[in-house]
Nanobody
């Protein structure tokens, strides 16, 4: 399984970025896909997930109303549109296949992340 995230960069607070993740080596349309992030000195945390059909989404509270996850099964790609970015969104962002265990999302495959840095 290969998951290649891209689209990160340096942006000012209040700005926007769109992350993309190209997946291969799995039946993409069968998986819930999602994004996690890891800030320096912190544990990796869940950000958002989208069901295999794209009809259901899930977000951590801190990004609700600002981030939108979507997918294109024809392109084996998942996206994360990030608006109204805050310095606390600074982290390495990873896409992953997601499984829910007892209601908690867990990543099953990890690729190389993409750095997002938000300046104040």
């Amino acid at each position: 399984v290969q998951l290649q995230a891209s689209g990160g960069g340096l942006v000012q607070a209040g700005g926007s970025l769109r992350l993309s993740c190209a997946a291969s080596g799995l039946i993409f349309s069968s998986y819930t896909m999602g994004w996690f992030r890891q800030a320096p000195g912190k544990e990796r945390e869940f950000v958002a997930a989208v069901s295999w059909s794209g009809r259901s989404t899930d977000y951590t509270d801190s990004v609700k109303g600002r981030f939108t996850i979507s997918r294109d099964n024809a392109k084996n790609t998942v996206y994360l549109q990030m608006n109204s970015l805050k310095p606390e969104d600074t982290a390495v962002y990873y896409c992953t296949a997601v499984t829910y265990y007892g209601g908690s999302p867990r990543g099953d495959h990890w690729g190389k992340g993409t750095q997002v840095t938000v300046s104040s």
